[in-house]
């Protein structure tokens, strides 16, 4: 079962503006991480964000977590070509921070130059 | 330092047959999780091994079974195999001493023909 929901599905943006991706989830959480994906293969890990953390940065990345609506989003700034990839929000609300993570169904983002 | 490993890249089998795919953590990490990844969704969680047992398990039917060696590396086993079984297959490692982020392998494209 997926435990989140990613809004939007797909994302069309030109080079240069901003991306944000918006991720909604059930349970209480242990961490919440999100990942890179171009066209299918492996996940590359972009950020991770615990459930007493509100803000992270990671260079062009912001990630917000609002635990109270169980909800986070990802903005991508000055987005690039390269940008172009699937964009997947997992948590983990596993017991004991064991890891199980849950993913949701992604957002596709095109980035056109 | 490399990263978290897998092989084959790529692995076609025809319906009934059975597969193992096998996945090498990365450096200092204990802990390793196998997911499925359908075209066109998020990927979903089998199980998860540490300390050479199986520590958590998907919603996943026992014909998916899985190893850790003492050198914490992993395999997947499916056995007869189904058209539905069709999919990327993900690992991840964790080293929970380290830190609890997961890093993923670039994955083993399956096809059952």
């Known amino acids: 079962s997926q435990q989140g929901e990613e809004d939007p599905q797909a994302l069309s943006i030109q080079e240069g503006e901003n991306a944000t991706m918006n991720c909604s989830y059930k349970t209480s959480i242990n961490n919440l991480q999100w990942y890179r994906q171009n066209s299918g293969r492996g996940l590359v890990h972009l950020i991770l964000?615990?459930?007493?953390?509100r803000e992270k940065h990671s260079g062009r990345l912001r990630v917000t977590l609002d635990t109270s609506k169980k909800s986070s989003s990802l903005l991508i700034t000055a987005s690039r070509a390269a940008d172009t990839a699937s964009y997947f929000c997992a948590t983990d609300a596993s017991p004991s921070n064991t890891g199980k993570l849950i993913f949701g169904q992604g957002t596709t983002l095109q980035v056109k130059p | 330092d490399a990263g978290v490993t897998q092989s084959p890249t790529h692995l076609i089998k025809t319906r009934g047959q059975q597969v193992t795919l096998r996945c090498s953590p990365k450096s200092g990490h204990d802990t390793v999780s196998w997911y499925q990844q359908a075209l066109g969704q998020g990927p979903q969680f089998i199980f998860q091994y540490y300390e050479e047992e199986e520590r958590q398990r998907g919603n996943f039917p026992d014909r998916f079974s899985g190893h850790q060696f003492p050198n914490y590396s992993s395999e997947l086993n499916v056995n007869a195999l189904l058209l539905g079984d069709s999919a990327l297959y993900l690992c991840?490692?964790?080293?929970?001493?380290?830190?609890?982020?997961?890093?993923f392998g670039p994955g083993t494209r399956l096809t059952v023909l």
């Open positions: 991840a490692s964790r080293g929970l001493a380290i830190t609890d982020t997961q890093y």
């Open positions: 964000i615990r459930s007493n953390e």
